[in-house]
């Protein structure tokens, strides 16, 4: 790997004041402890319906319903597995959303948030139902080649989420429209040829219709690949706006980082390498003995084993958080760093950040624990301070 400077996260009084450091956290810090105690309960659910002898009963019941037909007594086990975990996931995500509004960054009403809710569940269903049923289905036949047929499926279906997610679910979420002719989008055009970053498009997306937090991100691959910007982060570049169009710039050079050290390419190359390993492994273990009789199955091949396999998945994705949320912050640091190389304006950095913190309520005084679990990027402060380091060096 590229050493990337990454000094010690400075002191939040250093960039900001007591009161918008008092704000922050008083924000942050409930939002964790919420979130951390819905990570439980779903785990808790999952673990009821997997392991008790009422929980199985629930999820009999449902598959029942297809009458001694697999295929549905395999669907209907799993909605009602995932059923149970929205139910139970709901008030959580009400709560979230009312401290949103409350701290006025949700712009939406709970009607509209209830919509965008819905959508994600039925996104979910569809993405967990049909490749857990082909994996049940698959093991009741098992074909030639098997298990290593369901491992490639599984490297097929995560490349072909990874190419048709942007084109066919993200505007299921928010509408995007190309950034409009003019000098931003010159410039921003510009700063890609630079980099000697190939884009197929730089988007605008309607962000500012649900919430004031600001953002953006690059997804697809190949010919798919777009830098999407939320529509709050461009309104810093509105005329008179002072260092908006920079800031602007800063994050999409940011983005573009991303795409030249192709991490959106590694990152999908190393979920499906992570999904065959995860299929090879469920074939391996519920042909184990003790892990038939944990969940009451006859094996993976059992239409009512979607409890038990969505529990390891839970798991086994709560394993590997560590590891992926180390990758991940490495791969932003590396793309903050590159960012400062290509516009040389820290200064810029530093109020991109301060504005990121402030505008989406960041915790300016995170929990060590939580950041080694499960932070994607490096704190606000760490952050601030590879600005402040690249500025001395330079």
Known sequence: MIAVPRPRAADPLEAFTEEEVRACVAYAKPRQRWALVAYGADLATLAALALTGPGRAL????????????????????VAV????????????????????????????????????????????????????????????????????????AVLLVLALALLGPVLIEPLFNRFRP???????????????????????????????????????????????????YDTLLAAAAPGSPGGADEVALVAAHELAHVRHRDVLWGTVGA??????????VVALFDLEPVRRAFAVTGLGDPLVAPGLLLLASLGGLAAAPVASAISRWAEARADWESLEVTRDPATAV????????????????NRLLMWAFASHPSTMARIAQAWLWAERH
């Not at 999820?59 to 209907?76: Q, T």
């Not at 000697?196 to 498009?201: E, N």
Request: aromatic fraction near 4%; charged fraction near 20%; proline fraction near 5%.
């Open 351 to 366: 109020a991109v950040e301060r504005r990121l913190a402030l505008e989406n309520r960041a915790d300016l005084r995170p």
């Open 179 to 229: 950034l409009d002719p003019g000098p931003l989008r010159t410039r921003l055009l510009e700063l890609a040829e630079t980099m000697r970053v190939p884009v197929g498009d730089v988007l605008v997306a309607d962000a500012s219709r649900r919430t004031t937090k600001v953002n953006a991100y690059v997804s697809g691959l190949g010919r798919t690949r777009r830098v999407v910007v």
């Open 82 to 153: 995932l059923a149970m975990r929205a139910g139970v996931g709901l008030p959580f995500s009400v709560r979230a959303f009312r401290q949103d509004a409350r701290a006025g960054l949700a712009t939406q009403r709970l009607g509209g948030f209830l919509r965008d809710w819905s959508k994600g569940r039925a996104v979910g269903l569809v993405l967990t139902v049909l490749p857990l049923s082909a994996l049940v289905l698959g093991a009741r036949r098992q074909p030639a080649g098997w298990p290593l047929v369901a491992a490639a499926a």
């Open 272 to 281: 499906a390498a992570l999904a065959a390993v995860a299929v090879l492994a």
């Open 59 to 78: 999820v009999r019941a449902a598959a029942g319903l297809a009458g001694g037909w697999a295929p549905g007594r395999v669907a209907l086990a799993t």
